[in-house]
């Protein structure tokens, strides 16, 4: 099945520091998704994109959709201490079709 | 609005047992989808149902099957148990699974097998 590689695998920050991270698929998607899971619970949507070239923001928090369709970036600016956990990156391409294919996720620490 | 409810949150079963969890979609909801979460395959589907019917399968064997009810709440059943499906188990809801709908988890079951 189609991949996505999801990177940095982990990132330590200070607080208030800017965090980037992306995902690419050698297929394209029809929609990308970022969620964020924290221990104990089940990922919690953030942002939700549909069209390439895309820039959608929800916060503090910037997503992009990139135009081959095949790569999406999420920005975390100003990181504070609750912004610890895990981000995944997901991708649909197929209308009705739920299957979802995940990143293996990003695991954010913040240093106060 | 009350969010995807799991239950049980935590079970322990041993090897060669049965095990059914169970997923109550958001009010509205059609779309159930069950997903298995280990630190070393990370998210992988298992399937979909909508309208009582399964729509998509993952590639996982046939021990692992489901099954959706009329008000929509859905059931994972997993036969057999092995000490590799220790796992968290998290299914999410859509509204008809269609693009644009995205999906909205439940908190997970997680399963150990002894």
């Known amino acids: 099945g189609q991949q996505l590689n999801q990177s940095p695998q982990s990132m330590f920050i200070q607080e208030g520091e800017d965090v980037s991270m992306n995902c690419t698929s050698s297929s394209i998607f029809n929609t990308w998704l970022w969620y964020k899971q924290e221990p104990g619970e089940g990922p919690v949507l953030l942002i939700a994109?549909?069209?390439?070239?895309e820039l959608t923001s929800n916060g503090r928090l910037t997503a992009q959709f990139g135009i081959t369709r095949k790569d999406s970036f999420l920005n975390i600016s100003a990181s504070i201490p609750s912004d610890v956990g895990i981000y995944f990156c997901?991708?649909?391409?197929?209308?009705?079709?739920?299957?979802?294919?995940f990143g293996a996720g990003t695991r954010l620490t913040v240093k106060p | 609005k009350a969010g995807v409810t799991q239950t049980p949150r935590y079970l322990i079963k041993t090897r060669g047992q049965q095990v059914t969890l169970s997923c109550s979609p958001i009010s509205g909801h059609r779309s159930v989808s069950w997903y298995q979460q280990t630190p070393g395959q990370g998210l992988q589907f298992l399937f979909e149902?909508?309208?009582?019917?399964?729509?998509n399968k993952g590639n996982f064997p046939g021990r692992f099957s489901g099954r959706q009810f009329s008000n929509s709440r859905s059931e994972m059943n997993v036969s057999t148990l092995e000490l590799g499906d220790s796992a968290l188990y998290l299914c999410?809801?859509?509204?008809?699974?269609?693009?644009?709908?995205?999906?909205?988890f439940g908190d997970g079951t997680r399963l150990s097998i002894l």
């Open positions: 149902y909508f309208s009582e019917t399964q729509r």
């Open positions: 997901a991708g649909q391409n197929k209308r009705g079709n739920n299957d979802m294919r």
């Open positions: 994109l549909y069209k390439a070239g």
């Open positions: 999410a809801s859509s509204l008809t699974g269609n693009l644009g709908q995205p999906q909205h």
